[in-house]
């Protein structure tokens, strides 16, 4: 079975520092990954979905990449802002499990401060 | 464009009641899916339908029933709820479930059992 860990649970960073959200998944053969977005008591919004040929995708400040050999994926945020704090999620599409199954991490919660 | 609509928002049930949630969505999707959110357990697949007139069961489907009314709506059922059942549920949509489409959520419905 798919597993999806997320690493850090949490970070909290001051307005305008770089960083980076990881992402590992136990089985490389997926169809694709995608990041999510959630705001407190909101749904989901997808961020950036990378399919498995790929290497990373770009959105503005946002640039997620793709280690499908190694199980990894990491997201970077650029320039951080207060507006970008919510909790982060990954998830993939494994080839073994039916067409729109997603496996989803816990989350990385994230806080930018003024 | 109202995107996935989810009611009611928030209910609370005593143990053994039963209730419907309601889902519906107006981008002509295909594919509709019910997830539940637990702190510290990411989101899991409790039942899809990837297209109209047809169901699956998904990740965690015990204690749930769905029906897929028509093109626009998913709604999922609790027949006799029970405390374990006390979760965020999370309503989405994308066109055909292919390894190509990104899932659509709405904002959720926030369940207590007692």
Known sequence: KQEVTQIPAAL?????ENLVLNCSFTDSAIYNLQWFRQDPGKGLTSLLLIQSSQREQTS??????????SGRSTL??????????ATYLCAVLSR?????????GRGTQLTVWP | ????TQTPKFQVLKTGQSMTLQCAQDMNHNSMYWYRQDPGMGLRLIYYSASEGTTDKGEVP???NVSRLNKR?????LESAAPSQTSVYFCASSEGGGQWETQYFGPGTRLLVL
Request: glycine share 16%; net charge neutral.
């Open chain 1, 12 to 16: 909290s960073v001051p307005e305008g």
């Open chain 1, 60 to 69: 503005g400040r946002l640039n997620a990449s793709l280690d499908k050999s």
């Open chain 1, 76 to 85: 970077y945020i650029a320039a951080s802002q207060p507006g970008d704090s």
């Open chain 1, 96 to 104: 073994g499990s039916t067409l729109g199954r997603l496996y989803f």
């Open chain 2, 1 to 4: 464009n109202a995107g996935v």
């Open chain 2, 62 to 64: 015990n204690g749930y």
């Open chain 2, 73 to 77: 709506e998913f709604s999922l059922r």
